[in-house]
């Protein structure tokens, strides 16, 4: 069984950059395709970012496409999302999450293993 802890939020302005993380441990996160989820006040939690295993086919909410780009490093068991031209909407919690797959493909649901998450806060 794997544990997620992220890492890396918090308050910015408008136009600004975070590099959120998340740490895999009991399991090496290599096993999981991941995906980040966000989910602010009010609303559903959505997907923003999913990655394959291996790291090569990627997938990203047209919200965020070409602000933010996922990542990962299977030696460090890390998966990352880094988020530029920040905005006010963006303002949710952030989850990393894991599933099984039998595919190296990225997925945007079905996920059973989810961090606690991480508050980011854009302000105007």
């Known amino acids: 069984q794997v544990q997620l802890v992220e890492s890396g939020g918090g308050l910015v302005q408008a136009g600004g950059s975070l590099r959120l993380s998340c740490a895999a441990s009991?399991?090496?996160?290599?096993?999981?395709?991941m995906g980040w989820f966000r989910q602010a006040p009010g609303k559903e939690r959505e997907i923003v970012a999913a990655i394959s295993r291996s790291g090569g086919r990627t997938y990203y909410a047209d919200s965020v496409k070409g602000r933010f780009t996922i990542s990962r490093d299977n030696a460090k068991n890390t998966v990352y999302l880094q988020m530029n031209s920040l905005k006010p909407v963006d303002t949710a919690v952030y989850y990393c999450?894991?599933?099984?797959?039998?595919?190296?493909?990225?997925?945007?649901?079905?996920?059973?293993?989810w961090g606690q998450g991480t508050q980011v806060t854009v302000s105007s």
């Open positions: 009991g399991r090496t996160v290599s096993y999981y395709p």
């Open positions: 999450a894991a599933r099984i797959a039998y595919f190296d493909y990225y997925y945007t649901s079905g996920y059973d293993k």
